[in-house]
């Protein structure tokens, strides 16, 4: 009776941490939604804590009613689709071709994967190369460079690992080959495996900015991140200078009310997608990790 009064007492105090653990992660994503809700003028005055004092949503306007963010989206959903489609059939095609425990030069091959993982790349030797390829001011300087995931790939050749050989034999005696193998039987079976890496590369795809800051120089090819960046940097610029790139007669928002506006914009498509892919996500990673 006493050890379970104790352990109801314990329940209770850690259901009390981790509801305050909850509320210091939450409130700051809660912060900026109310602040983008909030007329601008008036959120510069403080006080907004817990609900917009002002409601409005002239900052969206400012946002949206801009023919550069709206072809910003249309860039940033094309590369993030693109991306992730490329990427994830790369990764997961050299990672298969990899995974063999019996390969021969097994060790070598794997010996430069983790010498590309701990290689330090440079700006300027990365931008020599792009524009030997041809691929500065393109939108495929998206897509071509970030094919090949280093960190998923290991994750890859492990899950591979543990697929049944018996699969690939029968396959190979009824007279299919190596690519037919892994279309038709590896993928199907890989599903936690793909979701797992389509959620990394896209996010990392949607949220990248550093390759539409150096190596595009169109402003037709910029991404909804680098927008947001363009942004939040209009903060430490003159307010005229500001209210020349976003500009309208009411005038009511801020730098900072268009900061929040275009953090909301930005986060809200990927927090909303990744609910569906949450458990194949962790299957994918347990699998592609412990075992092996």
Request: hydrophobic share 50%; charged share 15%.
């Amino acid at each position: 009776m006493v050890l379970s009064r104790n352990h109801k007492i314990i329940d209770t105090g850690l259901y009390i941490l981790l509801l305050i653990i909850s509320l210091f992660t939450l409130y700051p994503f809660w912060y900026v939604l109310i602040c983008s809700f909030n007329e601008g003028l008036d959120l510069s005055m403080g006080g907004v804590y817990l609900f917009p004092r002002k409601f409005s949503l002239e900052n969206y306007r400012a946002l949206i009613g801009d023919s550069r963010w709206v072809g910003a989206f249309f860039v940033s959903v094309g590369r993030t689709v693109l991306g992730t489609i490329g990427g994830v059939s790369f990764t997961a095609m050299v990672a298969y071709g990899l995974s063999p425990r019996n390969l021969v030069f097994k060790k070598l091959y794997f010996g430069i994967v983790i010498l590309a993982m701990y290689t330090v790349r440079s700006i300027i030797t990365f931008y020599i190369l792009l524009r030997g390829l041809g691929l500065l001011n393109s939108f495929f300087v998206y897509i071509v460079p970030n094919l090949l995931d280093i960190f998923l790939l290991l994750i890859a050749v492990n899950f591979f690992r543990e697929i049944p050989d018996e699969l690939k034999e029968s396959a190979y005696i009824d007279g299919a080959n190596d690519l037919l193998i892994f279309f038709k039987i590896i993928v199907p079976v890989s599903k936690p495996l793909i979701a797992t890496m389509a959620l990394f590369i896209g996010v990392w795809q949607w949220n990248s900015w550093i390759d539409s800051s150096y190596f595009v120089r169109s402003e037709s090819l910029r991404t909804m991140s680098y927008r947001m960046i363009e942004v939040i940097n209009s903060s430490n610029m003159p307010q005229e200078a500001t209210g020349s790139l976003y500009a309208t007669s009411a005038q009511l928002y801020t730098s900072k009310s268009l900061q929040m506006a275009a953090i909301i914009i930005t986060v809200v498509p990927i927090v909303l997608l990744y609910p569906f892919l949450q458990k194949h996500f962790v299957k994918g990673i347990m699998i592609g990790s412990v075992k092996g």
